[in-house]
């Protein structure tokens, strides 16, 4: 049995909520009705609230002039630098393997949001 | 953490029209009431999720930096401010790019009367600048000679660019920087990306995007110190200070190597240069570290220090509530001496704003 945070209706689709668990600030993103994912709220950049800025889609590596818009509610921006970050992973957009936050799992069950790392 | 001296810190309008109204001159009210006035920034640059920080906005929308109570509790109080020296509305700085020249007096004088009466004297902390319309320089001395009056008023502040008539250097100018020598003041130059009377940000035309246009900041900012260097206006006005506001600082040690290594071969040209170029530089010019350079090895911020051959040309700056906010507490990177430190986050800001 994981650590519970909240309802389920208490985070909207598309928006992020942040909780204190022990010593962690944790954001929790609500990607889909079914798909939740939880990151560690700490910017590694210069540690701003990453689950107090903004998740939404992005726009894709593309060719020169182009603009394709994907991911949506899949990606975390830094309120503070607007670094991108995935939602799932943790992990940056822009230097996936040396920036990156702590992912952790997390599961509904009966409703509630459990941390269960 | 030990208390920080922040040099830059936007106390904004909720909205620039209907804040500064009861500040307005009744004549100048018309064209506010009548005349459809919405506000002196014409910004080339919209800013993808805005220019603020999310996590600063009120639930409603509004800005957390359009109250003291907000900018108290958000930034003053949360970093152990020491001292704040209040910058206000980028948009502000506009003014100096109208075309209406007492039309910009009018709204120059009522935004710092806002400045004065809603922000300063509420908290020791906060120091403040005040806006001038450069087109006619001889009421911009007067609402200088005014406005400094008010103790907490530190600086008058301009944006970098300078209106298309020429740069700050050009002696139409002096009437300006008579009046802030005269009154101890600084001069501020800051960041400002707005149309009107005013040439693109680069020699190479307008940028095509926000991202273009920021960095190239450093851009117009040598232009203005370049005159100001060359064109001896530490020497007409010895007393000048000149705040470089959100302009980065990484270009700053090879144009001093250039201007130094010219005086060696050209100094015929300018003789009234009797010192090297980086000596005024050193006595009259610093600079706010935000956004603060990122060198590819966050320690190399201490050569670039060293290159400037000074330690004493940075002061820390937030830009509180923008979005590349720099945290007093991580944005300076590891590598830096005590000392360094120190002189960053309060005695360069300290002894150059004759604070306390």
Redesign the interface.
């Known amino acids: 049995m994981g650590q519970r945070l909240c309802s389920e209706d208490e985070i909207p689709v598309g928006e992020m909520k942040v909780f204190q668990v022990g010593r962690r600030e944790v954001a929790v993103a609500r990607i889909a009705s079914d798909r939740f994912h939880a990151f560690r709220n700490r910017c590694p950049h210069q540690g701003a609230p990453l689950g107090r800025g903004y998740l939404s889609g992005t726009f894709m590596p593309s060719d020169v002039g182009v603009y394709e818009w994907g991911r949506e509610r899949e990606i975390v921006r830094c309120p503070w630098h607007r670094y991108e970050f995935d939602a799932k992973t943790g992990r940056s957009l822009h230097d996936p393997q040396g920036c990156r936050v702590a992912s952790y799992r997390v599961e509904v069950h009966d409703g509630f949001v459990e941390l269960t790392d | 953490m030990t208390g920080v001296i922040d040099c830059d810190i936007h106390n904004e309008f909720t909205n620039y029209v209907e804040d500064i109204l009861p500040y307005l001159h009744s004549d100048w009210r018309h064209y506010i009431t009548n005349g459809g006035f919405r506000g002196v920034a014409m910004r080339p640059f919209a800013i993808w ?1 805005g220019g603020e ?3 600063t906005r009120f639930p409603d929308g509004r800005k957390g930096s359009s109250t003291y109570e907000s900018m108290r509790k958000l930034h003053l109080d949360e970093w152990n401010i020491e001292y704040g020296i209040l910058t206000g509305s980028v948009s502000s700085l506009a003014v100096n790019y109208l075309g209406q020249p007492d039309w910009a007096s009018a709204l120059a004088s009522a935004t710092n009367d806002w400045t004065m009466d809603r922000w300063l004297g509420k908290d020791a902390r906060l120091k403040g600048s005040i806006v001038v319309s450069a087109q006619h320089p001889e009421k911009a001395a007067r609402e200088i000679d005014r406005c400094a009056e008010n103790p907490d008023v530190v600086q008058v502040i301009f944006p970098t660019r300078s209106p298309a008539t020429g740069a700050w250097a050009d002696e139409r100018y002096d009437p300006i920087w008579r009046a802030v020598e005269r009154n101890d003041l600084v001069a501020g130059f800051h960041i400002a990306l707005d149309g009107g009377n005013v040439p693109a940000p680069t020699t190479a035309g307008w940028p095509r995007s926000y991202f273009e246009a920021s960095a190239g900041c450093g851009i117009p900012a040598q232009s203005e110190l370049l005159a100001f260097l060359c064109r001896g206006t530490f020497i007409r006005f010895p007393g000048l200070r000149v705040a470089m506001l959100e302009n980065g600082f990484g270009w700053f040690p090879s144009l001093l190597w250039r201007l130094d290594q010219h005086w060696r071969e050209l100094r015929a040209e300018l003789p009234w240069l009797k010192r090297k170029p980086s000596e005024y530089a050193r006595e009259h010019v610093k600079f706010s570290t935000q956004p603060i350079e990122e060198p590819f090895q966050a320690r190399d911020l201490a050569k670039l220090i060293d290159l400037m051959g000074s330690d004493e040309y940075l002061m820390f700056s937030s830009d509180f509530p923008h ?5 007093p ?3 300076l990177p590891p590598g830096l001496s005590q000392d360094v430190r120190q002189k960053i986050l309060t005695t360069d800001a300290r002894d150059f704003y004759r604070l306390g």
């Not at chain 2, 979005?323 to 945290?327: G, I, V, Y």
Request: no cysteine; net charge neutral.
């Open positions: 999720q920080r999310k996590d979005w590349n906010f720099d945290s507490e991580r944005s």
